[in-house]
């Protein structure tokens, strides 16, 4: 019987890599996540320097008579923002594959619902000072929360590089699939601490307003066969040198 129906493992697929590609592919989703995150950084921060320089209004007792009217400088200042929310956060390439929500949604969900709503089509918005400061810091904070989360993914790659690498270790201590004689109990027990090191990690993280709730590995891994890539590649080698499947 030749090893790899000893390990049942899917037809033509080495241990090394059925094991490991729970990793690989978290790395992929990784390096999406990365690229979407800045590009929505960078056009937040586009944004927000074109928002700087849209005029604010004046009331109109205080509007000299050479101006233009209040109400038409509110139609302006309003549609100039949207224009621009627009043309910059809406604008990323994968804003309707990820998103897909209309303007006032997306401000409401990104920003606040109190800008959203001042940003309809059907409101008269009065572009103050004050709603300038606040719009502001709604944009600062969206880009802030960006910065976190990429902090959170750097933490979550550094942890599955280390996993790999112990993972890699201990793959390469066995012969064909077979545990060495000796190494049968520390073979396991390092196992159960890649597993333990790996669920420690968890504990630790910053809770994100970009997971919506869900813990960083939902949001990550929603669309793959699994949620834990590192406790999966665990279950797979484990399985696979007790001559157990596992898909």
């Not at 800008?115 to 502001?136: E, M, N, S, Y």
Request: proline fraction near 4%; include cysteine; aromatic fraction near 6%.
């Amino acid at each position: 019987m030749s090893d790899t129906e000893q390990m049942s493992i899917p037809p033509g697929e080495s241990l090394r890599h059925h094991v490991l590609s729970p990793l690989e592919t978290a790395d992929s989703v990784l390096d999406r996540e990365y690229e979407e995150l800045d590009a929505e950084r960078r056009a937040f921060e586009q944004f927000r320097g074109r928002v700087a320089a849209v005029e604010t209004v004046v009331t109109a007792s205080a509007a000299p008579a050479t101006r233009a009217p209040l109400s038409e400088k509110r139609s302006r200042a309003a549609e100039r923002i949207r224009s621009t929310y627009r043309e910059t956060v809406m604008n990323v390439d994968h804003y309707d594959e990820v998103y897909g929500e209309s303007l006032v949604e997306n401000i409401a969900a990104e920003l606040s619902r109190d800008i959203a709503a001042g940003l309809r089509r059907d409101v008269h918005l009065q572009f103050t000072p004050f709603f300038k400061r606040t719009l502001l810091t709604t944009v600062a904070s969206a880009i802030d929360q960006r910065e976190t989360f990429r902090d959170i993914l750097d933490g979550e790659r550094d942890s599955l590089t280390r996993s790999e690498d112990k993972l890699l270790a201990r793959l390469d201590e066995l012969e064909g699939v077979r545990v060495p004689a000796g190494l049968g109990v520390d073979f396991t027990d390092a196992l159960d601490e890649i597993a333990y090191d790996r669920q420690a990690t968890f504990a630790g993280r910053t809770a994100s307003p970009r997971t919506d709730g869900h813990d960083l590995c939902g949001y990550l891994y929603a669309n793959c066969d699994w949620t834990y890539p590192v406790l999966t590649a665990v279950t797979r080698l484990r399985g696979a040198v007790n001559g157990v499947v596992t898909q």
